[in-house]
């Protein structure tokens, strides 16, 4: 077959710049004509409006999505030997928070259908010997699918756990109606370039209920300051950019839009695609679709068959975090390992066309046909 034309296949985050180019160089003068670049007017309408969109009272704008995660772990408090439970196969930004908070990781296994956190291996964690020691389970949405929420939400709840949410890749899903962000105590949000709602650059947030929660974290987040040049406790330089805030304004008004997209997109994939493991969507739960991710044990040579055929693709992830060297772990993941061996994720972003999503699926499956 034949390659499809380069410009089915715009690169992504840079066709969402272009596409609000406009929209955006207008805010930026606004930012910039203001004389206020930290923590103005920017920051707090973006704050505001997020909280609306997620129906939540609280919306704390930070540097990064990884400075969430580390600032929301620090403002809980916990005893210095506390032990936070995660899925080992997640972004090792969400071990490093973790370990910048001074707190140990406990990794946990996947569901081998979803490849979010698995509620009986946190429960056989929790009643093991280590489960003393956690204090938190961060649940880490990932791909833009929702964990087990309300499973591994009866499991913290009946040993008196505190859960979290990393919602770096689920802007815009939701579980029985409630947003991913608005589920657990807190959750940690990542606006990387790539994610479904992106910034120019490092950007995130965390999203809270608890009102004495998110002063200590607005506090945490600027030297600990309560008075400006008095540090109260011992926090960090970790404030959104105001620029950053502006282009994120321009943007979430289109969020629920560009994920309506983003489903047409995995529905098309769903029906045309043939002989690789296809992901899945848990009922009465929105996903996000931050990523198409499929599985074939032939993972490799079908990405070489779809370069060669002109088609992007990408592995998401290469590694879980109990096989990385910063974060070795002993223990039994079958779930994860057999996922990293096989998961390949195909081109998704809402700026692709049907014809796009076509020529990906008949590549695909030349390549599965008996």
């Avoid at 005893?79 to 001074?102: F, I, N």
């Avoid at 479904?196 to 600027?222: I, P």
């Avoid at 390949?344 to 390549?367: G, K, R, T």
Wanted: net charge neutral; aromatic share 6%.
């Amino acid at each position: 077959m034949l390659p499809p034309p380069a410009h089915f296949f715009p690169d992504f985050p840079d066709e969402d710049q272009r596409h609000h180019h406009d929209a955006i160089l207008l805010a930026l003068r606004r930012t910039l004509e203001s004389g206020n670049f930290v923590l103005g007017e920017e920051v707090v309408a973006f704050e505001r409006e997020l909280a609306r969109f997620l129906d939540i009272p609280h919306v704390i704008g930070v540097g990064s999505g990884t400075d969430a995660i580390e600032l929301l772990l620090r403002a809980l408090d916990l005893p210095g030997e506390s032990t936070v439970a995660l899925p080992t196969l997640a972004p090792s930004a969400v071990a490093a928070a973790v370990r910048r908070a001074g707190l140990q990781s406990a990794l946990v296994d996947v569901e081998d259908e979803t490849l979010t956190l698995c509620p009986h291996a946190l429960e056989a964690l929790l009643d093991g010997p280590a489960g003393k020691r956690v204090k938190v389970v961060l649940a880490v949405h990932l791909y833009g699918h929702l964990v087990a929420w309300e499973p591994v939400r009866r499991i913290c709840e009946d040993r008196g756990i505190i859960l979290l949410e990393d919602a770096a890749q689920a802007h815009g899903a939701t579980h029985a109606g409630t947003a991913a962000g608005a589920l657990g105590r807190a959750a940690a949000m990542s606006f990387y370039p790539t994610k479904n709602l992106g910034a120019a650059g490092d950007a995130g947030a965390v999203s809270t209920r608890d009102d004495a929660l998110a002063e200590k974290l607005r506090r945490l987040r600027q030297y600990g300051w309560r008075t400006r040049h008095i540090s109260e406790t011992d926090g960090i330089n970790s404030r959104l950019d105001e620029v950053q805030a502006a282009i994120l304004r321009v943007k979430l008004p289109f969020l629920a839009r560009h994920n309506a997209r983003r489903g047409e997109i995995a529905a098309r994939y769903t029906k045309h695609l043939h002989g690789v493991r296809l992901p899945v969507q848990r009922p009465g739960c929105t996903h996000a679709w931050h990523q198409f991710v499929i599985r074939t044990g032939r993972r490799d040579e079908l990405r070489r068959h779809l370069e060669l055929a002109g088609i992007p693709s990408a592995v998401h992830y290469p590694a879980a975090l109990h096989q990385q060297p910063a974060f070795a772990h002993a223990g039994t993941f079958p779930y994860a390992e057999r996922a990293v061996a096989e998961v390949l994720s195909l081109p998704m972003h809402p700026y692709l066309s049907d014809a796009a999503v076509d020529a990906v699926c008949a590549a695909v499956n030349e390549f599965t046909r008996p």
